[in-house]
């Protein structure tokens, strides 16, 4: 998935420049998972200065953001048939995914398959298609183009149970939370 990144900087007089034009270097088309991709396009640090000289901090960030602070990514998900299709390797799947999204991936439970939890608050917008997000005791709520979700560190998982490919923007902001069912 090419994702387009325009970054804004400061020239030394102060003025603003754009510092970066391009394809954000962070992106993965995944392998093992016909139709996934992940982009990873800008990331912030609790206490970490704004760059001014186009400095990049994607390619060494973690997955996951530690309180105060943020990820944008944009993650296009397949249909749920890829997962059902017989020459599907789970094993071979969650080996990318860890590989691509380590902390990320150690949130998958096991048992339940997409389920996963993290410390954070996510602004998710659907750009593309349709999805359901699906939460505790099998609630699911459909969204489509538009749609937006505010995620306050629930448990989830994203179905996408169309024909087509469905492609979201998260922002993640990393937050202390209250403690959760089961914790």
Known sequence: MHVRRVVTGHRPDGTATVVADGAAPRSHDFAEIAGMSETLVWVTEAGAPITVDGGDPTPTAADLPAPGGTRFAVVRFPPDAVYADPAFDGAAALAEQQRVAPGLAARFEPDAPG?????????????????????DDDELVHLARGD?????????????????????????VGAELPARRGS
């Open 115 to 135: 389920m996963h939890t993290t410390d954070s608050v996510d602004y998710a917008i659907v750009l593309e298609g349709e999805i359901w997000l699906e939460l």
């Open 148 to 172: 937006v979700v505010v995620q306050n560190g629930t448990r989830h998982a994203w179905r996408n149970r169309s024909n087509e490919p469905a492609t979201l923007a998260f922002v993640n």
